[in-house]
């Protein structure tokens, strides 16, 4: 639960004449975590594809690009149907001719609407001038310029120009269409316009090749692209039954042709001789008996199946190995005589195992595999976010399940905000296919209840108090509630709050210096247990002993010792006036000795040993988040409802008739709220109760969410977790599209 699940490497050794089943077999498994390897073995090389890989990689490229080109999803495969090599070659090329004709017959036309477009859209200045588009070009004598400008700016430019002996301009808004009479000497060509509007700012037009008006030619371009919008649905309306009917065989396609292009691909990870083949690679331990009886079952012929190593959760390369006296290669080595009961000739090649008698072809480490109850599984997204855990380390995702939705809770604290989010997460959780929304909707559910249970305890439901006030005689019912501390009356409960927000951060950090200290035991020894963790136990319990003691209690904050003592100052009447003065002493000393052993095992870091009171005092946020939400849940309200004080209390107003009432009693009105004020303010008062409910239930995310994240990332994680694990990737496939049960197609 608090550890991965354990992992073992083992060694699979047959002959080349039996790889192709030993693939088949722990492919079908999915379960051999493989080994890359790494060169490092005399008299081995690296292993090669099997043949027809390149084959099978390219039909996989064509079939994904006619995947693409259709538009198919998972969710249009049908029925799982039984795909082979027979099938695929036969229907493959006749269905990619198909789609490849038709997908270029929709590019060409697509092409061409573009191209229409693109010239309706360039003869539109012209349509404004009034003439036909073969006025504008093809005269011996005259120059001719279209483009756009201002027409006075061009006209005093021409006047002037002496290669011009004369020009006529006609507008169409800021279309200008220029004719001019070149002078003698001149040729009669566009240029000669252009060159003289050099100094102007002008933009010069194309003119279509056509005879038509603008209109016309507009119109024909517009029936042409008709016409051609009229192919293309009927292409695409054949598309769209190719699709359905090849979606199901090109998702199976894919399938089969991935899972071949795995099996194929394979031996790149193997270390190889001429005939012998070794494969390692990492698989839960309670699995390795399943994987040894499956290879001896399956594959006729030699191979060989050796638990190599037997990982122990520690971080510094150690690895417990397992001799289990069967006759089999324990130690990893592959020498002459384990190649010979396969059949197979190493060329006299060696593995010379090392001191312990182990070796591996790389020292890759073992990968991840979580072993979290099913209740927190959804909180292994909020660990990724962070990072994987490694194997070495512990896995704090119960622990977050423990303390997050516990903490979001507190700061929410409101049975309808609570009711809201366990409905968002229930929509995540089962409207969604992907893994991390699920996650996400768990979450929230956990969250949204413990939000819920506090809402109970607060008495609270959207700011309001049904229990308390302001209806407790239509009731007729009482109730046990805690005070958030925002009613003037229960004060106190603010400053308890932040106290035991600061006692939760001690809990919380006294935690993960626990997990880190038996880290670090288990890694280096006891001494540096002490030295590197037990230092951080003894300063963070020792420096708050001495705060909460009698100790100099003049310098310190009175509320600590009054909130949960006797009299009116405090909030719940536990008998807790503060620690003694020999607890203060003894704290202090312990403090002092933690300072020490810290600077003894690390003295670069004698400048923090005030971060055990820093980390602490961070966990106030919770206390600040739960006050700043329910201030701001009662502003909505106070704004829709209105609200008045009687004995140190407010009190929501909920009709017109009770504000009336109120004021001839001379009440004291804090504000007269918008639903007390006809039939406009009740529409306004919905809306602002709607909207501004809307707003604290998304800060609800954006505060409590991140508070409660970053005290769990920041303040938690940092004292024993760094993450990084690899994540447990086996070697195999889950089937979504195929079977090789005949029976299931």
Do not use: C
């Not at 893994?435 to 109970?456: C, D, E, Q, R």
């Not at 055990?612 to 009662?634: C, E, M």
């Amino acid at each position: 639960m608090l550890r991965p699940e354990r992992m073992s490497k083992v060694s699979v050794t047959g002959s080349k004449r039996v790889i192709d089943d030993v693939i088949e077999a722990v492919h079908a498994l999915n379960l051999l975590d493989l080994s890359d390897y790494d060169g490092s073995w005399e008299g081995f090389e690296g292993g090669r594809s099997l043949e027809s890989a390149e084959e099978t990689n390219e039909q996989l490229v064509t079939v994904r690009a006619l995947e693409n080109t259709l538009g198919i999803e998972d969710d249009d495969a049908g029925q799982t149907r039984i795909v082979d090599r027979e099938e695929l070659d036969a229907e493959l090329p006749e269905l990619r001719e198909r789609i490849n004709e038709l997908d270029d017959q929709r590019g060409e036309i697509e092409t061409r609407i573009r191209e229409i477009d693109e010239e309706i859209e360039a003869v539109e200045p012209f349509a404004a001038l009034g003439l036909d588009l073969d006025l504008l070009s093809g005269y011996d004598s005259l120059a001719v310029l279209v483009g756009q400008g201002d027409r006075d700016t061009v006209a005093a430019e021409l006047d002037d120009e002496e290669t011009i002996q004369r020009f006529e301009i006609f507008t169409g808004g800021d279309t200008q269409a220029i004719f001019a009479q070149p002078a003698e000497g001149h040729a009669a060509a566009s240029e000669l316009i252009a060159d003289a509007l050099v100094g102007v700012e002008f933009t010069t037009l194309s003119v279509p090749d056509a005879e038509d008006s603008p209109e016309q030619y507009v119109a024909d371009l517009e029936s042409e692209k008709e016409t051609l919008e009229a192919e293309l649905g009927e292409i695409e309306a054949e598309l769209e039954t190719v699709k359905a009917e090849s979606a199901g065989f090109l998702l199976a396609a894919e399938e089969y042709l991935t899972i071949e292009a795995q099996k194929k691909e394979a031996p790149l990870s193997f270390a190889t001789t001429a005939n012998a083949f070794v494969a390692e690679g990492w698989i839960p331990t309670a699995r390795y008996e399943e994987l040894a009886a499956t290879l001896a079952d399956d594959v006729d012929g030699p191979v060989d199946v050796d638990e190599v190593e037997r990982a122990q959760f520690k971080s510094n390369g150690q690895a417990h190995v397992e001799d289990h006296g069967d006759g089999g290669n324990a130690g990893g080595a592959v020498d002459a005589e384990t190649a010979a009961d396969a059949e197979a000739a190493t060329d006299g090649g060696e593995v010379v195992a090392d001191g312990s008698g182990t070796v591996t072809m790389a020292d890759d480490g073992p990968p991840v595999v979580q072993g979290n109850p099913s209740a927190s599984k959804p909180f292994q997204v909020l660990i990724e976010a962070f990072s994987r855990p490694k194997y070495s380390e512990f896995d704090p995702t119960v622990l977050v399940f423990l303390t997050f939705p516990a903490m979001f809770g507190f700061m929410i604290g409101d049975v309808g905000y609570g009711v809201l989010y366990m409905l968002i997460g229930y929509v995540l959780y089962t409207r969604f296919d992907a893994s991390a929304f699920k996650s996400l909707g768990g979450v929230a559910l956990w969250a949204g209840g413990f939000t819920a249970i506090f809402g109970v305890l607060y008495d609270e439901v959207f700011g309001l108090h049904p229990f308390a006030e302001p209806m407790p005689e239509l009731l007729g019912v009482g109730f046990l509630t805690l005070h958030k501390g925002l009613k003037p009356y229960y004060a106190e409960w603010a400053l308890a709050w932040f106290f035991v927000s600061i006692l939760v951060g001690v809990l919380h950090l006294n935690m993960g210096y626990i997990l880190s200290f038996i880290e670090d035991y288990n890694l280096h020894g006891p001494k540096e247990a002490v030295l590197e963790s037990g230092s951080w136990l003894l300063m963070l319990n020792g420096v708050w002993a001495f705060i909460l003691s009698d100790l100099f209690r003049a310098q310190k904050p009175e509320f600590m010792f009054t909130v949960f003592n006797e009299g009116s100052d405090a909030a719940v009447a536990l008998g807790f006036g503060g620690f003694g003065e020999t607890v203060g002493i003894v704290g202090g000393v312990a403090f002092l000795v933690g300072s020490v052993l810290l600077g003894l095992g690390e003295p670069m870091e004698i400048p923090e040993v005030l971060n055990p009171l820093v980390n602490a005092l961070s966990y106030t946020r919770l206390a600040a988040v739960l006050l700043a939400k329910a201030g701001t849940a009662f502003a909505v309200n106070l704004i829709v409802f209105g609200a008045y004080f009687n004995e140190g209390n407010f009190h929501f107003i909920f009709t017109g008739s009770e504000l009336s009432q109120l004021q001839a009693e001379g009440a004291e009105i804090m504000f007269a709220g918008l639903t007390t004020s006809g039939t406009t303010g009740l529409i306004i008062g919905a809306l602002v109760l709607l909207v501004g409910h809307t707003v604290v239930l998304a800060l609800g995310v954006t505060s409590a969410g991140l508070q409660a994240v970053r005290l769990e990332y920041v303040e938690f994680f940092g004292k024993f977790y760094e993450g990084g694990g690899r994540q447990y990737t086996p070697f195999g496939y889950e089937r979504t599209h195929t079977t090789t049960d005949e029976s299931s197609s």
